[in-house]
């Protein structure tokens, strides 16, 4: 059996489980491993990042986009920590990721070298898989386990490696054991619950379907039920897509990234079939809405409401049965009502973003996103004001995929995360959408973008300030202490860059600024775009609250909110003034 280094037989494992790039940056505790690559290079890309920490988010959005495990690495000491941001990411979006962290040499350990530290504790929280090998053979054996727990567990396997190590030579051919990337949970729901189910959906004057990530793969059988049951359908904000979003049953997500149709529909609701999710807001319902929860995951049943009825079951698997029952239910008014109040939503939003006398909006820079984006383009988002604006209005009906900083909720995911998309699917249109906070965190990576020729289009928000943090400290009525930015011409800094920056304060200049990127796209272009938006500073619409309803909150708390974010009554009327006057037609 021929010999090889251990940092060889890591890149053999990686590559046996149909992993083709990773990031990182290699340093003298990481080397030896980071050889290992190099000598599998035509198989195993190494992507140089400028921060271990867009690596570690990169990783996480690949996991997130394909399925796939993501890897990273980072060196002892501050390289390891600088990966925590990314990991704890695909933690709490439940995402496989491994990092493959270095460590001193083992003839210096214990005896406080440079950079050296107790790794293993650092990881204990964030990482289901953490270990420390201790000779060269067991390197690829470990690395092997942490990969198929990463899967298992849906989360995150950390190897700590020290260079010593993996630079030594073992015998190692592969291993015969299968890579199965995914558990498999096909349960189906019971007859008893499914009879119970049924006279639920029976009973109900205004019910809804509300689903999340765990949905995702059954597109079809949303679309279905909705409209075999007249469901308006919810999503979580990770989750939109999962119905395509120009059907006119989709009321978009309920919350502050949400919609005011979301927000409406739900609060009238009186069933809420709850179906691959555990969304924390759930528990801010009405009290008088029965509640049912269908999750494959035991521990999430009841964790964040207390529920009527719940269902141990595959998402989709549950969703077929539903399409089996013998009834349907013909369109209510309660389902017109609500489409009427997306499609007066929707209108809303496109006259935002067709106003620029007082300058760019963020509305209209999104409209052209969705006007200029193929079918089957990805989106990165960003976190802040960004996220709201484009869960809002970007189109997911068709073969787009987006991803997000879903829970953890981390500035800087944007850029990494459209990095990310573009290696994982070069032929397909890519952007990233950024407010210029967030932006900034990670631009020196642009640079990486450049040196891999991969054309994202990266959109920056520049609005000069924290614009989420901003409304919150509105509501609290708090100083705007701390959250202004110090703008820059982020498109003249892209060319310096070696990337390509258009300046857009207009809708003139945007739609130029469109019609030239998409002539660059034509002609095979292979550097990445950065857009750089100047729009206003203008709080977004905050759905979490949407007191429109004169008759539930009263003329004064309506006048304000109205006023506040220019909705008149005549554009978008109350949910329940629409339904009260279908009800009244019929009478």
Same mark, same amino acid.
């Given at each position: 059996?021929?010999?090889?280094?251990?940092?060889?037989?890591?890149?053999?494992?990686?590559?046996?489980?149909?992993?083709?790039?990773?990031?990182?940056?290699?340093?003298?505790?990481?080397?030896?491993?980071?050889?290992?690559?190099?000598?599998?290079?035509?198989?195993?890309?190494?992507?140089?990042?400028?921060?271990?920490?867009?690596?570690?988010?990169?990783?996480?959005?690949?996991?997130?986009?394909?399925?796939?495990?993501?890897?990273?690495?980072?060196?002892?000491?501050?390289?390891?920590?600088?990966?925590? %941001?990314?990991?704890?990411?695909?933690?709490?979006?439940?995402?496989?990721?491994?990092?493959?962290?270095?460590?001193?040499?083992?003839?210096?350990?214990?005896?406080?070298?440079?950079?050296?530290?107790?790794?293993?504790?650092?990881?204990?929280?964030?990482?289901?898989?953490?270990?420390?090998?201790?000779?060269?053979?067991?390197?690829?054996?470990?690395?092997?386990?942490?990969?198929?727990?990463?899967?298992?567990?849906?989360?995150?396997?950390?190897?700590?490696?020290?260079?010593?190590?993996?630079?030594?030579?073992?015998?190692?051919?592969?291993?015969?054991?299968?890579?199965?990337?995914?558990?498999?949970?096909?349960?189906?729901?019971?007859?008893?619950?499914?009879?119970?189910?049924?006279?639920?959906?029976?009973?109900?004057?205004?019910?809804?379907?509300?689903?999340?990530?765990?949905?995702?793969?059954?597109?079809?059988?949303?679309?279905?039920?909705?409209?075999?049951?007249?469901?308006?359908?919810?999503?979580?904000?990770?989750?939109?897509?999962?119905?395509?979003?120009?059907?006119?049953?989709?009321?978009?997500?309920?919350?502050?990234?949400?919609?005011?149709?979301?927000?409406?529909?739900?609060?009238?609701?009186?069933?809420?079939?709850?179906?691959?999710?555990?969304?924390?807001?759930?528990?801010?319902?009405?009290?008088?809405?029965?509640?049912?929860?269908?999750?494959?995951?035991?521990?999430?049943?009841?964790?964040?409401?207390?529920?009527?009825?719940?269902?141990?079951?595959?998402?989709?698997?549950?969703?077929?049965?539903?399409?089996?029952?013998?009834?349907?239910?013909?369109?209510?008014?309660?389902?017109?009502?609500?489409?009427?109040?997306?499609?007066?939503?929707?209108?809303?939003?496109?006259?935002?973003?067709?106003?620029?006398?007082?300058?760019?909006?963020?509305?209209?820079?999104?409209?052209?996103?969705?006007?200029?984006?193929?079918?089957?383009?990805?989106?990165?988002?960003?976190?802040? %004001?960004?996220?709201?604006?484009?869960?809002?209005?970007?189109?997911?009906?068709?073969?787009?995929?987006?991803?997000?900083?879903?829970?953890?909720?981390?500035?800087?995911?944007?850029?990494?995360?459209?990095?990310?998309?573009?290696?994982?699917?070069?032929?397909?249109?890519?952007?990233?959408?950024?407010?210029?906070?967030?932006?900034?965190?990670?631009?020196?990576?642009?640079?990486?973008?450049?040196?891999?020729?991969?054309?994202?289009?990266?959109?920056?928000?520049?609005?000069?300030?924290?614009?989420?943090?901003?409304?919150?400290?509105?509501?609290?009525?708090?100083?705007?202490?701390?959250?202004?930015?110090?703008?820059?011409?982020?498109?003249?800094?892209?060319?310096?860059?070696?990337?390509?920056?258009?300046?857009?304060?207009?809708?003139?200049?945007?739609?130029?600024?469109?019609?030239?990127?998409?002539?660059?796209?034509? %002609?095979?272009?292979?550097?990445?775009?950065?857009?750089?938006?100047?729009?206003?500073?203008?709080?977004?619409?905050?759905?979490?609250?949407?007191?429109?309803?004169?008759?539930?909150?009263?003329?004064?708390?309506?006048? %304000?909110?109205?006023?506040?974010?220019?909705?008149?009554?005549?554009?978008?009327?109350?949910?329940?003034?629409?339904?009260?006057?279908?009800?009244?037609?019929?009478?």
């Amino acid at each position: 059996m021929t010999k090889i280094t251990a940092g060889q037989a890591i890149a053999k494992v990686l590559i046996d489980w149909d992993i083709d790039h990773l990031y990182g940056i290699t340093a003298d505790s990481i080397n030896n491993t980071v050889d290992g690559f190099y000598q599998e290079r035509s198989r195993l890309k190494y992507i140089q990042v400028r921060h271990e920490e867009v690596g570690a988010l990169a990783a996480a959005a690949d996991a997130k986009l394909t399925g796939t495990i993501g890897v990273s690495f980072g060196s002892a000491g501050p390289g390891a920590v600088h990966l925590l %941001n990314g990991l704890y990411d695909a933690k709490m979006d439940h995402v496989p990721v491994l990092a493959i962290v270095g460590q001193s040499a083992t003839g210096v350990m214990n005896t406080n070298f440079f950079q050296e530290m107790n790794q293993d504790p650092i990881f204990a929280d964030v990482a289901a898989f953490h270990k420390q090998v201790v000779n060269a053979e067991q390197i690829p054996y470990v690395v092997d386990e942490a990969i198929r727990s990463a899967y298992a567990t849906k989360s995150v396997s950390v190897v700590i490696v020290p260079d010593d190590l993996s630079g030594q030579k073992i015998e190692f051919s592969g291993f015969k054991t299968a890579p199965i990337k995914a558990t498999v949970q096909n349960s189906s729901p019971k007859e008893s619950d499914l009879i119970q189910v049924k006279s639920a959906l029976k009973a109900a004057k205004h019910p809804i379907l509300w689903v999340g990530k765990g949905a995702f793969k059954a597109r079809n059988e949303i679309i279905a039920v909705s409209e075999k049951f007249s469901l308006p359908v919810l999503s979580t904000a990770p989750a939109t897509g999962a119905i395509p979003t120009d059907h006119p049953n989709f009321m978009g997500s309920r919350g502050r990234l949400g919609t005011k149709p979301a927000f409406e529909v739900s609060q009238a609701a009186d069933l809420v079939l709850f179906i691959g999710t555990n969304f924390p807001f759930a528990r801010y319902l009405p009290d008088n809405i029965k509640f049912i929860q269908v999750n494959n995951n035991l521990a999430d049943l009841g964790k964040q409401r207390d529920a009527d009825l719940t269902i141990l079951s595959d998402a989709q698997l549950f969703l077929q049965k539903l399409l089996e029952f013998d009834f349907s239910i013909a369109p209510t008014n309660f389902l017109k009502a609500a489409q009427i109040d997306k499609k007066n939503w929707d209108a809303w939003l496109n006259k935002l973003a067709d106003d620029d006398q007082a300058g760019l909006t963020a509305e209209g820079v999104m409209k052209a996103i969705k006007e200029n984006s193929t079918d089957d383009a990805i989106f990165g988002l960003d976190v802040g %004001n960004n996220t709201e604006w484009a869960i809002r209005q970007l189109p997911l009906n068709r073969q787009q995929r987006f991803t997000m900083s879903g829970w953890y909720g981390t500035m800087g995911f944007g850029l990494p995360a459209g990095l990310a998309g573009k290696l994982s699917y070069p032929d397909r249109q890519v952007w990233s959408i950024s407010g210029d906070g967030g932006y900034a965190m990670v631009m020196p990576d642009l640079l990486t973008e450049v040196k891999y020729q991969l054309p994202v289009i990266n959109v920056v928000l520049e609005n000069k300030v924290f614009g989420f943090i901003q409304h919150e400290k509105l509501v609290a009525h708090q100083a705007p202490y701390g959250i202004d930015l110090l703008g820059a011409d982020w498109a003249k800094a892209a060319e310096n860059f070696g990337a390509i920056g258009f300046k857009v304060t207009n809708l003139a200049e945007l739609t130029a600024s469109m019609q030239k990127i998409k002539e660059l796209q034509a %002609n095979g272009n292979r550097l990445p775009i950065v857009l750089d938006a100047k729009i206003q500073n203008v709080d977004p619409i905050d759905t979490s609250f949407v007191p429109v309803d004169r008759a539930t909150f009263g003329d004064q708390m309506v006048d %304000n909110y109205r006023q506040q974010y220019r909705i008149t009554g005549s554009e978008q009327p109350a949910f329940n003034e629409i339904l009260t006057s279908l009800n009244n037609t019929e009478i």
